[in-house]
Nanobody, 127 residues
Framework: QVQLVEFGGGSVQAGRSLRLSCVAS????????MGWFRQTPGKEREGVAG???????GYADSVKGRFTISRDNAKNTLLLQMSSLKPEDTGVYYC?????????????????????WGQGTQVTVSS
């Protein structure tokens, strides 16, 4: 069965960096659109970044220039490098997979297009 397991969350001060990882199994990772989402209590889930099988990416305006999504197909791993973190980046970050879509045709940041989700990892940024 499909499994997505996130690693790398934690608590940091504003301005610092964190790198999240998501290890995937149970499907062809290299053939799948992948994405990162986040959710804060009281707010709707928000798309952060997505990447297709060609390595093309899409980002939320709020993270452009600060976050970088990438993938290591040899290790079935999705990465999110987060720099210049702000308190508003705080939330639970989820990895998501859309094996039915190679090129994220549904939209990189559209949660409804992703079939599988990880359990999430908490990121807390203090000022």
């Amino acid at each position: 069965q499909v499994q997505l397991v996130e690693f790398g969350g934690g608590s940091v001060q504003a301005g610092r960096s964190l790198r999240l990882s998501c290890v995937a199994s149970g499907y062809t990772f290299g053939g799948s659109c992948m994405g990162w989402f986040r959710q804060t209590p009281g707010k709707e889930r928000e798309g952060v970044a997505g990447i297709d099988i060609a390595g093309l990416t899409g980002y939320a305006d709020s993270v452009k220039g600060r976050f970088t999504i990438s993938r290591d197909n040899a290790k079935n791993t999705l990465l999110l490098q987060m720099s210049s973190l702000k308190p508003e980046d705080t939330g639970v970050y989820y990895c998501a997979a859309a094996p039915w879509s190679k090129y994220c045709a549904h939209g990189y940041l559209v949660g409804a297009g992703y079939n599988y989700w990880g359990q999430g990892t908490q990121v807390t940024v203090s000022s």
